[in-house]
């Protein structure tokens, strides 16, 4: 990218460097981000609590299991957490939450998603992972139109499938998309568009169809008025909107919008997995962004001080094998970023991250630049994370990508021993991994990364080799529990090809069951505080932090939610409806569904 380029969009390297360092200083000294609170030299420092939640069932998922009844938030961080009834005293300046019984968790750590993504769609971003039925759909945009300005679009990019929009809520296997006389019937004034996946099919309303079919869109080719076939029609679709709807400024509004949602369902740190590489044409799908500036209305928001959560950001790379070139000069753009790019530059709120969730175009260690791609973040000692798709069908079959994989780490760790235990090397979703590859894997310190994407669109599979849709949950907790077990971690990889909620993919690895309520997951399901263990300590040590996050504990960064419901006794069903009623983050609060009554002893300042 241009210097002409950058200076265009309003943010530079040395403006996110400037930013970032700006940011770790005023997170040592604010009391908002964990600091210690200045004292002045007239005044005593105030040891009172900020905020203090009480009368609940606190799952502070520390190594012990503890179930708390109070908590007590100062200076961002969490300074007290009492069990039984006794309560935490409260100062004259304190807020105080009563709980009524509420279960609370510590806040959600999805250690693999692409939420930069999701804050640069075009329209008003509308996420409908949460609608159950074509009704709960159509209320969603109800709600929405009451939200935006007429003649705006509404959209719908990814982290949904029809499986789960029943027409009949009675029948699992009635998901369809919404017609364009449904979408009228509470969108007449907004423009509507809904893609599946990465390139549909999709669907819109009679505004849209308008609109798109005046800029080269066939809209209604597969019968219906409303639809749109799937592929170069979709994605012409998309790239009219994105090139006439994006723009700095509704970029930075998308980017709270997502946070907002994020917040909602009790997601407070993210590790974002970057996207495909543009190409400002057709053949991009909703996965493709610049991977080059895509982060810039992101860090425009912390630096605004807007930003409500954690954002851990890595930085995808796919470039093909050059053999017209020498090893030494493969994978040029790869090598330029690891040179003038830092790890984990930042502060608690925003920060980078590794190499991934590609490090090269392919898996081969013969037709792909993936193995120089590897031994180059090795030498620069950063963190490298992959993800797998694939499985065997039959032991004769070709080697699934992740076995691929396995084998260039470990001629990875060869040349760099302990490079891949020490920088905590991951590889995701594995639906199809065995108890084989995963000893293999475990052996040279590796990681697994579990999403439960199959939820979606997953079908039982065929294969004898693993015979599961996958992730095999139950394997991998278990292999975890041996000595030096393998270290593994929830992820939503939403909104792409799977949701954000995160109570959603709980729902899939407990059940083992897909949005239309079929069986694919058998024999490999997990309990309920295993699911949740995995999304919250044990992604606490996935994003490096594991003395700061995922757990309730003395010290460690004030992240918590409040739940709807009591997520260890609902049906299994409800599983899927849990929400935020209030998420804090840093000890400040990032979703209020004004539930609660937050009181305050004294609003005197001459007091502190």
């Known amino acids: 990218m241009s210097q002409d380029k950058r200076r265009q969009r309003g943010f530079s390297r040395r403006k996110f460097m400037q930013t970032a360092a700006a940011g770790a200083a005023a997170a040592a000294g604010s009391p ?51 069990r039984g009834r006794s309560q935490i005293h409260a100062g004259r300046k304190t807020r105080v939450i009563d ?8 806040g959600i750590i999805d250690n693999h998603n692409h939420l930069v993504l999701m804050g640069n769609r075009p329209g008003y971003h509308t996420p409908l992972e949460n609608a159950h039925s074509i009704a709960e759909a159509l209320a969603i945009y109800a709600a929405r139109v009451r939200e935006v300005p007429n003649n705006a679009w509404i959209t719908t990019i990814g982290g949904f499938h029809s499986n789960h929009l029943y027409a009949d809520p009675a029948d699992p296997l009635s998901g369809r998309l919404p ?112 991977n080059f500036t895509m982060q810039i209305p992101f860090l425009e928001i912390y630096e605004q001080g807007l930003g409500i959560v954690r954002l851990r950001i890595n930085f995808l790379h796919m470039e093909p094998l050059n053999t017209a070139v020498g090893e030494v000069d493969q994978v040029p753009e790869l090598r330029q970023r690891l040179k003038n790019a830092f790890p984990f530059l930042g502060n608690d709120l925003v920060k980078t991250g590794g190499i991934g969730e590609f ?47 396995i084998e260039a780490f470990e001629a990875v760790e060869v040349e760099f021993p302990g490079v891949i235990r020490d920088r905590r090397w991951v590889i995701a979703h594995v639906p199809g991994i065995t108890q084989e590859w995963i000893d293999r894997w475990q052996k040279i310190g590796g990681n697994l990364s579990l999403t439960g994407w199959q939820f979606l669109a997953g079908n039982p599979t065929t294969s004898t080799v693993a015979p599961y849709a996958g992730p095999p949950f139950r394997m991998i907790v278990d292999s975890g529990r041996r000595p030096d077990g393998i270290k593994s971690g929830l992820s939503s990889d939403g909104m792409q090809i799977a949701p954000m909620n995160p109570w959603i993919h709980m729902y899939y690895a407990t059940t083992g069951l897909n949005a239309r309520k079929v069986l694919i997951n058998g024999g490999q399901q997990i309990n309920r505080q295993e699911a949740l263990e995995l999304y919250t300590r044990s992604n606490g040590w996935f994003v490096r932090e594991e003395n700061d996050l995922g757990s309730i504990e003395v010290g460690k960064l004030a992240d918590l939610v409040v739940l709807n419901q009591d997520y260890f006794s609902v049906p299994n069903e409800e599983l899927k409806r849990i929400r935020s009623v209030l998420t804090i983050v840093g000890g400040n609060i990032a979703h209020d569904a004004k539930v609660l009554r937050v009181e305050r002893h004294d609003d005197d300042d001459d007091d502190d």
């Open 359 to 405: 490090i090269a175009q392919g898996t081969s260690k013969t037709t792909s630049a993936f193995l120089t791609a590897a031994k180059r973040v090795a030498a620069a000692g950063w963190r490298a994370e992959v993800h797998s798709l694939g499985r065997r069908n039959l032991p004769t079959s070709n080697p699934a990508d992740f076995e691929l994989e």
């Open 99 to 106: 709980l009524r019984g509420r279960t609370v968790v510590p």
């Open 179 to 290: 017609t364009l006389a449904e979408l009228d019937s509470v969108a007449p004034n907004n423009p509507v568009f809904i893609e599946i996946g990465f390139v549909g099919p999709s669907a819109t309303n009679s505004l849209g169809k308008s609109i798109l079919q005046a800029n080269g869109v066939t809209v209604g080719a597969t019968g219906d008025a409303g639809s749109i076939a799937g592929g170069a029609q979709s994605s012409t679709a998309l790239l009219y909107l994105r090139q006439t709807l994006l723009n700095p400024e509704q970029r930075r509004r998308g980017v709270i919008d997502a946070m907002k949602y994020a917040a909602g369902v009790g997601v407070t740190t993210h590790i974002d997995q970057g996207a495909f590489q543009a190409t400002n044409t057709p053949g991009d799908g909703a996965a493709h962004e610049d």
């Open 32 to 82: 908002l981000l964990g600091g210690a609170a200045h004292a002045t030299k007239s005044k005593k420092p105030n040891l009172d609590p900020d905020v203090i939640l009480q009368n609940g069932r606190i799952h502070t998922m520390d190594a012990n299991g503890t179930i708390a009844s109070s908590v007590a938030i100062k200076n961002g961080r969490f300074m007290d957490v009492e």
